[in-house]
């Protein structure tokens, strides 16, 4: 069973840094598209950024030029560091992932983590 587990959450002050971490578990062949959501109270999850396997990167337009998404496709991580925060930044960040479990299984699953709680206050 694929796990994927975030860490590096927190209470941060406006305009201060931050970086998340996302690390996976369980047996994994390959992952193609990973990402990084966001829910904040009130709102609809809403994707921040997401990377390909070749390292082609999309970012929402509100996180442009502030976050930054990384992968490791030999440790099937997946980063991403925040900077410059806003109070509005303050959410459940998810990473997302899909995969390939095993070369003989062409099916790719997407797997979410359990959220980890990022909020932007002095």
């Known amino acids: 069973q694929v796990q994927l587990v975030e860490s590096g959450g927190g209470l941060v002050q406006p305009g201060g840094s931050l970086s998340l971490s996302c690390a996976t578990s369980?047996?994994?062949?390959?992952?193609?598209?990973m990402g990084w959501h966001r829910q904040a109270p009130g709102k609809q999850r809403e994707l921040v950024a997401s990377?390909?396997?070749?390292?082609?990167?999309n970012y929402a337009d509100s996180v442009k030029g502030r976050f930054s998404i990384s992968r490791d496709n030999a440790k099937n991580t997946v980063n991403l560091t925040l900077s410059s925060l806003k109070p509005e930044d303050t959410a459940v960040y998810y990473c997302?992932?899909?995969?390939?479990?095993?070369?003989?299984?062409?099916?790719?699953?997407?797997?979410w983590g359990q959220g980890i709680q990022v909020t932007i206050s002095s």
């Open positions: 369980g047996s994994i062949f390959a992952v193609n598209v």
């Open positions: 997302q992932m899909g995969l390939w479990v095993s070369r003989s299984n062409r099916n790719e699953y997407q797997y």
């Open positions: 990377i390909t396997r070749g390292g082609i990167t």
